[in-house]
């Protein structure tokens, strides 16, 4: 071989490595590419809820958690923070998978205002976190916990257990009272979730997760939401919506007029004032029949004529088709007027 190359060789060597630099390139990018994995689809149990429901259902509880963390400061006097951390669409297989045999779940009835037969909603808490509350319940400090996954609650820890709980279910009502009316019971804790058979294992639900810290103690909170509960409860909020949407364009077409016509059957108390006599306690009580009481008024002055107790008209005392009647005189307030002041009254 010659000790000297010609630059043809030259420049078919640097082409040689500077294109196996390029292949080494791309060869990394692939293998980082290869790296990123993705989340299966599963086509046989697609989606049921789109990302503006589950965005909804984010919204209202982390009010749930703000109301949360006031419970529980109020009942254990302790520092604590509630915070949402995801809302996961899923099976309820997946659910009860997840959970032990010696976990607890709290069960909730929902009553919606169609009546309608629903799932229950499941609560489940972490036994380190539960164990935490029910010792500083019972005067401890809720920190030295020797508690794992397969801790087993004794009778009286349920007792206390139902009633941490209780608390924690009813302000479901309140967060969702902004949507819908809607009324929670609670009707059980569940010793043993495998045994549960009140959702359908198939049947597609939302978990709310939440973490809670209590004192220097972190555990977790999942709420379950059966479809057919929350599909219900979505119905009656799209159908309460458009309700108000009629209504309100209904009061914008409504004018003074109609409003007017609207109250002209309205049935309202008059009443004839003769006159305004002051008498002594004395006088009243040794007052029999046949008495007179001077009213200070001449005999044919006009009486005042007060409607629902404001006076609008003066009127001669006079007899109508042999009853006691009265003929109106003169006006005392004018209706323009009455309206004008009834309509700042309003704005106020």
């Given at each position: ?134 010792d500083r319940m019972l005067g401890g400090t809720g920190m030295d916990m020797s508690v794992d996954m397969s801790y087993t609650y004794t009778d009286i820890e349920l007792a206390l257990y139902a009633k941490i709980i209780k608390y924690l279910v009813m302000i479901t009502k309140d967060v969702w009272a902004g949507y819908i009316n809607l009324d929670v019971e609670f009707e059980r804790v569940e010793e043993n979730p495998s045994m549960f058979q009140g959702i359908s294992v198939d049947e597609t639900v939302v978990i709310i997760m939440l973490h809670i810290s209590l004192g220097g103690i972190d555990g977790s909170m999942n709420i379950c939401m059966p479809g057919t509960l929350l599909s219900n ?116």
């Amino acid at each position: 071989m010659a000790d000297v190359l010609s630059q043809s060789q030259i420049d078919a060597l640097l082409n040689s490595m500077q294109n196996s630099g390029a292949d080494e390139v791309v060869e990394e990018k692939k293998e980082v590419v290869k790296e990123k994995e993705y989340k299966k689809y599963d086509f046989f149990s697609p989606k049921k809820y789109t990302k503006d429901k589950l965005k909804m259902l984010s919204s209202i509880y982390d009010n749930y958690s703000r109301i949360a963390a006031s419970q529980i400061n109020g009942l254990f006097r302790a520092a604590s923070e509630v915070e949402v951390m995801g809302v996961e669409e899923q099976r309820y297989y997946e659910f009860g998978n997840a959970l032990n045999e010696s976990d607890v779940l709290t069960i909730a009835n929902i009553d919606l205002p169609d009546r309608s037969s629903n799932p229950p909603m499941l609560m489940h808490i972490s036994p380190l976190l539960m164990a935490s509350m029910i010792d500083r319940m019972l005067g401890g400090t809720g920190m030295d916990m020797s508690v794992d996954m397969s801790y087993t609650y004794t009778d009286i820890e349920l007792a206390l257990y139902a009633k941490i709980i209780k608390y924690l279910v009813m302000i479901t009502k309140d967060v969702w009272a902004g949507y819908i009316n809607l009324d929670v019971e609670f009707e059980r804790v569940e010793e043993n979730p495998s045994m549960f058979q009140g959702i359908s294992v198939d049947e597609t639900v939302v978990i709310i997760m939440l973490h809670i810290s209590l004192g220097g103690i972190d555990g977790s909170m999942n709420i379950c939401m059966p479809g057919t509960l929350l599909s219900n409860m979505f119905e009656i909020i799209d159908k309460t919506k458009h309700l108000a949407k009629k209504i309100d364009a209904a009061h914008l077409r409504n004018t003074k007029e109609d409003i007017l016509e609207n109250i002209r059957e309205s049935k309202m108390d008059i009443m004839a004032q003769l006159g305004i006599a002051k008498l002594n306690l004395d006088d009243v009580y040794n007052l029999h029949v046949g008495d007179v009481i001077d009213l200070n008024k001449p005999q044919d002055s006009l009486i005042s004529l007060y409607i629902e107790g404001q006076p609008w008209f003066n009127g001669q005392l006079g007899v109508h088709n042999k009853n006691v009647a009265v003929k109106i005189e003169d006006r005392l307030i004018e209706p323009n007027k009455l309206l004008e002041e009834a309509e700042e009254d309003v704005a106020v």
